[in-house]
C-alpha cells in the first residue's frame, strides 16, 4: 500500500503505526554526516542533549573540531570525529565500515549534501558525478551499513536531510531535485520494508534555513537571500521539527508551514501543469539579468 505522508509535524493524525522512537529511552552512538555545520551540527548538538554519543562525519577538520568542542562545552559530551569526503566512493566505503563495527549504533542522519546550481548542460561530467555520490550513493551505502545493527536490536532511526525541491522542478537545479526526490522516495520505501521492526525512517524536507549552503551558492542567488525573513527557518527548528516527527511515527517531514502547504500542492499530478509553468515565470523572475 501507499504510504500516508503526514506533512505537519504536531496534530492527531497519524501514518499507520511503525516504530515510534521514544528518544528520551534512547543511548548509544548517533552518526551524523554533514556535521561541520548548519543542520548537521544542530542535529548534533541536540543529540548530545538528548543523551547520544555524536560522531560527526564532514570532510572540513578544523569545522569538525569546533563543532565537537562546543558540543562538549554545552553538553560535557565528547564526539567522535571521522573526517570524510563523502562524493569520494572509496572515502563512503570506508565510513560505511566503520559504521557496521558500532555495536551501539541508534540513530544515523544522512545530512551531507551541498547545492548544484546552473545549466545541466554546462555543468561539467564530474560535478554532476561528485553530487549523484554525495546525495545518492552515499546515504543508500550508509544506511544499507546500518541497519542490520538496528534490525537485530529492534530500535534505531536513520534520518534522510531532504529538500522540499524534491516535490519539484527546478530550471538550473535539475541534478539537485532530482537527487533529493531519490532521497525522500529511499526513505518511503524504507521505512515501508522495516514497519514493525522497532526500527524508523525519515524524510526530512526543509525549505530555506539561515545556513551556509545558501550563502556557497553565488550571487545567483542574492535575490532569494532576500526573501522575507517568514520563509527562512533556523537549523535548530528543522532538527526540532525532525525529532518531533519521529517521535510521532512520520516519514515525512516537510518544515515551515509555507512549505508543508507547497509540498501538498506538488503531491497533486492534476495541477502539475500549472505548478510546472509558476516554476518558469518565477525562475524568470528570480534569475540574475
Same mark, same amino acid.
Given at each position: 500500500?501507499?504510504?500516508?505522508?503526514?506533512?505537519?509535524?504536531?496534530?492527531?493524525?497519524?501514518? $499507520?503505526?511503525?516504530? *515510534?522512537? +521514544?528518544?528520551?529511552?534512547?543511548?548509544?552512538?548517533?552518526?551524523?554526516?554533514?556535521?561541520?555545520?548548519?543542520?548537521?551540527?544542530?542535529?548534533?548538538?541536540?543529540?548530545?542533549?538528548?543523551?547520544?554519543?555524536?560522531?560527526? %562525519?564532514?570532510?572540513?577538520?578544523?569545522?569538525?573540531?569546533?563543532?565537537?568542542?562546543?558540543?562538549? *562545552?554545552?553538553?560535557?559530551?565528547?564526539?567522535?570525529?571521522?573526517?570524510?569526503?563523502?562524493? $569520494?566512493?572509496?572515502?563512503?566505503?570506508?565510513?560505511?565500515?566503520?559504521? +557496521?563495527?558500532?555495536?551501539?549504533?541508534?540513530?544515523?542522519?544522512?545530512?551531507?549534501?551541498?547545492?548544484?546550481?546552473?545549466?545541466?548542460?554546462?555543468?561539467?561530467?564530474?560535478?554532476?558525478?561528485?553530487?549523484?555520490?554525495?546525495?545518492?550513493?552515499?546515504?543508500?551505502?550508509?544506511? $544499507?551499513?546500518?541497519?542490520?545493527?538496528?534490525?537485530?536490536?529492534?530500535?534505531?532511526?536513520?534520518?534522510?536531510?531532504?529538500?522540499?525541491?524534491?516535490?519539484?522542478?527546478?530550471?538550473?537545479?535539475?541534478?539537485?531535485?532530482?537527487?533529493?526526490?531519490?532521497?525522500?522516495?529511499?526513505?518511503?520505501?524504507?521505512?515501508? +520494508?522495516?514497519?514493525?521492526?522497532? %526500527?524508523?525512517?525519515?524524510?526530512? &524536507?526543509?525549505?530555506? %534555513? $539561515?545556513?551556509?549552503?545558501?550563502?556557497? !551558492?553565488?550571487?545567483?542567488?542574492?535575490?532569494?537571500?532576500?526573501?522575507?525573513?517568514?520563509?527562512?527557518?533556523?537549523?535548530? *527548528?528543522?532538527?526540532?521539527?525532525?525529532?518531533?516527527?519521529?517521535?510521532?511515527?512520520?516519514? !515525512?517531514?516537510?518544515?515551515?508551514?509555507?512549505?508543508?502547504?507547497?509540498?501538498?500542492?506538488?503531491?497533486?499530478?492534476?495541477?502539475?501543469?500549472?505548478?510546472?509553468?509558476?516554476?518558469?515565470?518565477?525562475?524568470?523572475?528570480?534569475? &540574475?539579468?
Amino acid at each position: 500500500m501507499r504510504a500516508t505522508y503526514l506533512l505537519d509535524t504536531v496534530g492527531p493524525v497519524r501514518s $499507520r503505526r511503525g516504530a *515510534q522512537v +521514544e528518544l528520551n529511552k534512547l543511548s548509544g552512538t548517533a552518526v551524523i554526516t554533514g556535521a561541520s555545520s548548519g543542520i548537521g551540527a544542530a542535529y548534533a548538538l541536540e543529540l548530545a542533549r538528548r543523551g547520544l554519543r555524536p560522531v560527526l %562525519v564532514a570532510r572540513r577538520q578544523g569545522l569538525l573540531e569546533e563543532v565537537a568542542a562546543r558540543i562538549h *562545552q554545552v553538553t560535557g559530551v565528547t564526539c567522535e570525529i571521522w573526517k570524510a569526503d563523502l562524493s $569520494r566512493r572509496h572515502q563512503v566505503e570506508e565510513v560505511a565500515v566503520k559504521l +557496521e563495527a558500532i555495536p551501539d549504533l541508534s540513530m544515523l542522519v544522512n545530512n551531507a549534501g551541498l547545492g548544484l546550481v546552473g545549466k545541466f548542460d554546462c555543468t561539467d561530467a564530474a560535478t554532476h558525478a561528485g553530487t549523484l555520490e554525495l546525495h545518492v550513493v552515499a546515504p543508500t551505502l550508509l544506511s $544499507r551499513a546500518a541497519l542490520p545493527g538496528m534490525l537485530m536490536r529492534g530500535c534505531g532511526a536513520i534520518v534522510f536531510t531532504a529538500s522540499v525541491a524534491a516535490f519539484f522542478w527546478l530550471p538550473d537545479n535539475v541534478n539537485y531535485c532530482t537527487t533529493k526526490a531519490f532521497d525522500v522516495m529511499l526513505a518511503d520505501c524504507l521505512a515501508q +520494508e522495516v514497519r514493525g521492526t522497532g %526500527v524508523a525512517v525519515q524524510a526530512l &524536507c526543509p525549505g530555506f %534555513v $539561515r545556513t551556509e549552503f545558501h550563502d556557497r !551558492l553565488g550571487p545567483e542567488w542574492e535575490r532569494i537571500r532576500r526573501l522575507p525573513r517568514s520563509l527562512w527557518l533556523s537549523p535548530e *527548528q528543522v532538527v526540532a521539527a525532525s525529532l518531533a516527527g519521529l517521535e510521532r511515527d512520520r516519514p !515525512l517531514v516537510v518544515t515551515g508551514l509555507p512549505y508543508r502547504l507547497l509540498a501538498a500542492l506538488g503531491r497533486q499530478p492534476l495541477l502539475h501543469p500549472a505548478l510546472r509553468a509558476a516554476t518558469r515565470i518565477w525562475h524568470r523572475r528570480t534569475a &540574475c539579468p
